[in-house]
């Protein structure tokens, strides 16, 4: 899958498209196939170092999108689910892990970008 990392600090020359492995999910959490990501204030700062991030990283602490597969132990969401999240890194690529206790169901009615943005 794709995804931006960021390998070393600086401005926005450092964020780079990179194949990397598609994540499995792990107990508690949920595969997501992200169709949209919030681009905030702390991204920039983590990437130009400004806040400490351990390299190399993928950005993105909110996002939104489809449950793909779900992690032992996660009964509260399942795959198709539509869901939402923040405070969980690297929503930056084409798949995100998310704990399913910050994620949230995404209502019929509000498209992906709006509940990202939210």
């Known amino acids: 899958m794709r995804a931006i990392r960021v390998a070393e600090h600086g401005g926005p020359e450092v964020l780079q498209l990179t194949e990397v492995d598609a994540p ?3 107990p508690g959490q949920l595969l ?3 169709a949209a990501s919030g681009v905030n204030f702390i991204d920039t700062y983590q990437r130009s170092g400004i806040y400490s991030v351990e390299l190399p990283f993928t950005p993105g602490s909110e996002g939104a ?3 793909v597969a779900v992690g032992d132990g996660v009964t ?3 795959v198709g689910d539509r869901v939402a999240w923040a405070m969980t890194p690297g929503s930056y690529a084409e798949q995100a892990l ?3 206790d ?3 169901r995404v209502p019929a ?3 992906e970008r709006t509940a990202a943005a939210a």
């Open 109 to 111: 009615g509000v498209d």
């Open 98 to 100: 998310v704990p399913a």
């Open 76 to 78: 509260e969401f399942s």
């Open 24 to 26: 499995e999910p792990q």
């Open 65 to 67: 999108g489809e449950v």
């Open 102 to 104: 910050k994620a949230v």
């Open 32 to 34: 997501v196939r992200v």
